[in-house]
């Protein structure tokens, strides 16, 4: 069945099952490969995506849940919460192999848009269904704080 969908704000019409994931449709269909498969069942977070600015994960959305609605990913994020929380991985070079990399700035923009001071716990909370096996943990929330303490400057 064909099945619009609406990715980094541009339509799409798919020919795909009602119950493919949407990662499947990002990765196979579109060829948007920076949404990584990790676990396939919402238990790393490696494949997150926004769903109208809220992280959601696209292992275990079927394409027919996201109809209508506008999902980024992270080949599309444009924030100031976005382009400060990348600038602030790069400056502190989060990344070890990178794979759940694009999950977890998912999860922190998505974080930082919605809180621009967040709290230890704040983090906690948002970040810890983000897998990373390369345990880049602490990095991480070193820079979700950097990235608010350059939000906050620029508010
Ligand atoms: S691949 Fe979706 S949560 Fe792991
Ligand atoms: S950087 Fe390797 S899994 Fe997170």
């Given at each position: ?151 906050n400057e620029v508010?």
């Open positions: 069945m064909a099945v619009s969908v609406n990715i980094n704000g541009q339509d799409y019409n798919l020919d795909v099952p009602a119950d493919t994931p949407l990662l499947w449709a990002i990765r196979d269909n579109l060829q948007l490969t920076g949404t990584k498969f990790g676990c396939g069942l919402a238990q790393c977070g490696a494949c997150t995506v926004h769903m109208a600015g809220q992280p959601i994960r696209s292992c275990v959305t079927p394409i027919s849940a996201i109809v209508g609605q506008q999902i980024t990913t992270i080949e599309g994020i444009e924030s100031k919460a976005a382009d400060l929380i990348q600038a602030a991985w790069e400056k502190l070079e989060v990344p070890q192999c990178g794979y759940c990399q694009s999950g977890q700035i998912m999860a922190a923009s998505a974080l930082l848009a919605n809180n621009a001071s967040p709290s230890d716990a704040d983090i906690d909370a948002a970040m810890s269904g983000n897998i990373c096996r390369c345990a880049t943990y602490v990095r991480i929330r070193q820079a979700i704080k950097d990235a608010a303490t350059a939000l508010a």
